[in-house]
């Protein structure tokens, strides 16, 4: 039991988040959020990092084919000049054309031009890393009379490399093919497509944390109100009915705060009410009893002086002396009961619980009892377990249970044995009375308990039970958190059992004895056909 | 001598029936009617057994019980309507000795009065000592330590009861028919509310008894000697 409450709570603990977000309005929201906008924000800053990174560079690349052919034109038309390759001033005019073509792009930064002769001529004019600058693909591109460009990375003079775009182009001259490449360094492109990406992210970080604190504040103005709600309910569930919301503006929350207070109110209301009925009721028991009790005091105490002198009497104002007597003892029982049903009713009926020794109780009782069942000429055979039982338990109430329930056997019981058994277990005891009179029909197991109930209307009363013995009983047993059953079969008798928990609020699991007697002890004990009264 | 009786009731009819059965048993019955008189009456009458009805006009029940018992350990028969444990307890705190409930039969009154009126006085000298309370049996003396505790009557009926068999372990019941004489099974009430009125007289610590022990699911038991 200890373990697996452990385990349980060890369970919980591990589940901690999970049983947050599942309590947490708020939570959810605001999670729900987070992950919602951060995936619209990572989307949208994607589509505009892209966008912008391609503008840039195909503006770029646009002024630089642009610049190129500029470039290329100038080139083609110095260069035409020339005779073949093995002109004396072919080495200056390149060199010129180059220094020129550079230096028209400004102040040197913006690009570099390398004008390549044919392969394998000329070296020193090209600069020793030009594989490094040039991309293989697009020299292969330009020797084919092709104009061209790539993304390439170009070493500074810090030994770094920088992205950098090459257009190529080839100048087609009386010396042979040159081929002319235009080299313009994307730092600055990229540069800014970093700091793009960088404000986009910190916007986006921004945004998202921006919106779940917008969610949570939100949330918040509705699930604080709500919460208070539940937590009005709960103190008022609990008893608490002066307990309020507080009313504030005019919106829905307002209207659902306003109407829980009209609820409670009403409530609070109605509690009174019932409690103000409650209270005259209690009153009203407690005053008839009082003036009821003393006029039949009188009554019966003159009932016995007559009963006592009826020696004296004319035999017919003795007899009535007799009868005087006997129908103000019944009178008196029937207004005993009455009263302590009404007191069952109006919810007075208070348990008064001692540690009691069951079986000194029945023994009691019994003994209590013995002028019955000799009246009766029933035997009782009692069947009590050796060692003590101790129950906490109201002596009286059970005292009463227990002679109402012997008193009903002995009336029934046909003057056959009539047992007794008590049994203890861990948490209950149990008291059973069995009978083997006329028994009960079907259905009659429940309808015992009812008040005023009599088995066959057509037989006459002829014992003095008042119709509300078992009621009481009943009553008794349930103040207790108990059980009072019925068994009973026509021509095998009844039984019935009572079960009490042996500690004082401990709720019942189980019977220590038996609703059915076993099978053999439920032989035939009388003719089929009577009933139980 | 059979004892004078006061009967303090509002209802006329029940008082003067009363007064009819127990002048038929012989004893002297005085009736008062209200609460407010009845202690004049009572100092006037000097009765050996009040009968007093719970609920009176004027002055409550419990408050002449209280009254009474201020003054006098004269043995105090209840007579209630209510069988309720809250009002017989509180009539038996407020000095009451044993209760009858309404509607009693004359047989039953008169046992009870008949009980209250009962006192073993064989004249042979009997001291016993509990711990540090020495009783003196026919002088009707209970001493702690050279100072006299006063009990009424039943308490002291109790307390010997109780002290003639130290350690015996006694049940409620056995102390009902042993002190308040009934024959049959009665109210375990009246022993749970004397032991605890007892306790606060004899005990140094009423919560934690030296005297009067409770022996759980059983009885009582007087404290080791």
């Given at each position: ?69 500029a ?35 400004g ?25 490094l ?80 604190g ?28 002066q ?38 009721q ?40 007799e ?54 000429g029933?035997?009782l ?15 009286r ?81 349930r ?45 035939p ?5 009577g009933?139980?009264? | 001598?059979?004892g ?5 009731d ?129 002088g009707?003396l ?14 002291f ?6 002290a ?8 409620r ?43 759980r ?9």
């Open positions: 039991m200890l373990s697996v409450l452990s385990r349980a709570r060890q369970l919980t603990h591990r589940l901690a988040p999970v049983v947050a977000w599942r309590r947490s309005l708020q939570l959810r929201v605001v999670g729900t959020t987070l992950v919602a906008s951060g995936i619209v924000v990572v989307l949208l800053g994607l589509v505009l990092l892209n966008q912008i990174a391609d503008g840039l560079l195909h503006s770029q690349r646009k002024a630089a084919v642009a610049e190129t052919s470039g290329l034109k100038y080139a083609q038309g110095q260069l035409s000049v020339l005779g073949d390759r093995r002109d004396p001033a072919l080495q200056a005019t390149l060199l010129n054309v180059g220094r020129f073509l550079s230096d028209r792009g102040s040197g930064t913006l690009y570099d031009v390398l004008i390549l002769p044919p392969a394998g001529e000329l070296e020193g004019v090209a600069p020793a890393d030009v594989d600058t040039v991309p293989p693909d697009l020299r292969l591109l330009t020797s084919r009379l092709q104009q061209g460009y790539a993304y390439t990375r170009e070493p500074t003079p810090e030994g770094q490399l920088v992205p950098a775009l090459v257009v190529g182009a080839p100048v087609e001259t009386a010396a042979g093919l040159f081929e002319l490449y235009y080299v313009f360094p994307l730092q600055s492109v990229e540069q800014t497509i970093s700091l793009v990406r960088r404000t986009l992210l910190t916007t986006g970080l921004v945004l998202v944390l921006l919106l779940a917008i969610a949570a504040l939100v949330t918040r103005q509705v699930v604080t109100p709500v919460r208070m709600a539940a937590h009005t309910a709960e103190r008022l569930a609990a008893g608490l009915l307990e309020r919301m507080v009313v504030r503006g005019e919106d829905d929350l307002a209207v659902l705060a306003t109407s829980f207070n009209d609820m409670a109110a009403s409530l609070q209301r109605q509690f009174a009410q019932l409690e103000e009925l409650s209270r005259m209690r009153r009203f028991t407690s005053d008839v009893s009082h003036e009821l009790r003393t006029p039949l005091t009188t009554v019966r105490l003159a009932a016995e002086v007559l009963h006592a002198a009826r020696a004296d009497f004319a035999p017919e104002v003795a007899r009535s002396a009868l005087l007597q006997a129908e103000v003892e019944r009178f008196e029982a029937l207004l005993t009961d009455l009263l302590e049903i009404s007191r069952y009713d109006a919810g007075f009926a208070v348990l008064d619980p001692e540690a009691t020794d069951v079986q000194a109780l029945a023994a009691r009782v019994v003994e209590a009892l013995a002028p019955v069942a000799a009246h009766y029933s035997e055979v009692v069947t009590m377990p050796a060692e003590r039982l101790i129950a906490e338990v109201d002596p109430r059970v005292e009463r249970v227990l002679r109402n329930l012997l008193g009903n056997a002995f009336e029934h019981g046909e003057g056959r044995p009539v047992e007794l058994t008590v049994a203890g277990g861990d948490d209950a005891i149990a008291i059973t009375v069995r009978d083997h009179g006329v028994g009960l029909r079907p259905g009659d197991s429940s309808r015992v308990f009812h008040r005023f109930w009599r088995g066959d209307p057509s037989r006459s009363r002829q014992t003095g039970g008042t119709g509300l013995g078992l009621s009481i009983s009943l009553e008794d047993a103040l207790h958190d108990g059980w009072l059953q019925a068994w009973g079969k026509v021509g095998h008798g009844a039984q019935f059992r009572l079960t009490l928990p042996a500690r004082r609020g401990d709720a019942l699991t189980g019977s220590p004895l038996p609703l059915e007697p076993s099978a053999d002890d439920a032989r004990a009388a003719p089929a056909g009933s139980r009264a | 001598m059979k004078r009786i006061l009967v303090v509002d209802d006329l009819a029940l008082a003067e029936m009363l007064g009819i059965v127990l002048r038929g048993e012989g004893f002297a019955v005085s009736h008062v009617s209200d609460g407010e008189r009845a202690l004049a009456a009572f100092r006037e009458v000097i009765p050996d057994v009040v009968l007093l009805d719970l609920m009176l006009p004027g002055m409550s029940g419990l408050e002449v019980c209280r009254a009474i018992r201020a003054e006098s350990g004269v043995p105090i028969v209840m007579l209630t309507a209510k069988s309720d444990t809250i009002d017989v307890v509180l009539g038996l705190e407020c000095g009451a000795d044993d209760y009858v409930v309404k509607p009693f039969n004359p047989k039953e009154l008169v046992a009870r009065v008949r009980a209250r009126l009962r006192r073993v006085d064989d004249g042979v000298p009997e001291a016993l000592s509990l711990g540090d309370i020495s009783i003196d049996v026919p009707h209970v001493l702690r330590d050279g100072a006299p505790i006063g009990l009424t009557p039943l308490e009926d109790l307390l010997v009861a109780l003639r068999k130290p350690r015996q372990v006694f049940t019941e056995a102390l009902l028919e042993q002190v308040w004489g009934y024959r049959h099974a009665a109210d375990t009430r009246l022993v749970n509310v004397h032991v605890q009125r007892l306790r606060a007289k004899v005990e140094r610590d009423p919560e934690h008894p030296e005297v009067v022990l409770t022996v699911g059983v009885g009582y038991k007087a404290g080791p000697p």
